[in-house]
């Protein structure tokens, strides 16, 4: 186990999960996770979270739905590292460090604060210095590949940047650079406007949602009268059947919206029952997440304390 390449992931508790963090973070992660080939570390970054969740009974309630939604996507509990970035104190600690090498100028030039910044938000301290609290979650654990959503492509150069950065200035190769993984196709899943789907921008089929709630996104997806096949209806479809069985079935009913948005819910509730029946097994007995979260929480603080003694002393405080 010691040996094997380090992979790893991070979901915020910050709203529910929806089908763009499933095919776009968890799928491609787990299926990476299930060859067995890595030692796989998965944090609920609560700490990010922070920035937007500032309600102390829904922080902790998204905690675990985050930490159960991983083990109901089927990532073996006995297998994996599953922790709260909030319980290793040396997340933050790192995150200070880079902040003392890293420039104001360079970290505005992240999309993220651009975007923040373009929309005229009064953005935080904490969300300006995001990347620098994902790199440490990264870097601490000499993670070798990150599966994320296109949405991150920037956070993974400027983790790159940092330990380059960071090796070169103490003279030592305390950091291995990761690479990220974003899966081909899935880049960045649409949400029923035809942007990006995002927690933010309440266009999302959610993942772990009632019937209802599936029903009320996949008709609310917008159409464009003008073409015959409807893009945005079809975007999401093709990630749960194949394009081959797609063609006819657009064929067939050109034109009819409703007909395909009926044949996307079918077809959604039938990709997502295994992992909705699972969710539901968990809920029903939530303390083997506790009992996930506790261990997760041990060897974590053990492996990111090793690497904080080496940038103690490579820093020369320790
Ligand atoms: P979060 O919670 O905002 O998003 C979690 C993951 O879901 C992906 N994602 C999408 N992928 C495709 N299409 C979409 N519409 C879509 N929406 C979200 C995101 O790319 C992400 O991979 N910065 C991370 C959290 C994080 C992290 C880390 C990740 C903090 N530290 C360390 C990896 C490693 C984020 O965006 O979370």
Known sequence: ??????????????????????????????????????????????????NTVQDSDQMRRRIREIAMAYLAVGLDP????????????????????????????????????????????????GTFNYPMLMAADILLYDTTLVPVGKDNKQHIEITRDTAEKFNRIFKEEVFTLPEGHIQSGVEIVPGTDGQKMSKSYGNVIQLFGSHDDLVKAVMSIVTDSSG??????????????????????YTEHKGNYKVLKEFLIEDLDRYFAPIRAKHEELKSDDSIVDLVLEAGKREARAVSETKMEQV???IGVA
Do not use: C
């Open 312 to 314: 103690r002393r490579a």
């Open 228 to 249: 015959e096949r409807p893009q945005n209806v079809y975007a999401i479809h093709k990630l749960v059947r194949s394009e081959e069985e797609l063609e006819q079935m």
């Open 78 to 125: 006995n297998e994996i590292i599953l922790f709260q970035q909030s319980a290793v104190p040396a997340h933050t600690e790192l995150a200070w460090i880079f902040d003392a090498i890293t420039t104001m100028p360079y970290l505005m030039r992240a999309h993220a604060f651009k975007d923040a910044e373009a929309k005229n938000k009064e953005i935080s301290v």
């Open 1 to 50: 186990m010691a040996n094997k390449p380090v992979l790893l992931t991070g979901i915020q508790p910050s709203g529910d999960l929806h089908i763009g963090n499933y095919f776009g973070a968890m799928k491609p992660f787990v299926e990476l996770a299930q060859t067995g080939g890595y030692q796989t570390y998965v944090m609920v970054v609560d700490y990010h979270a922070l």
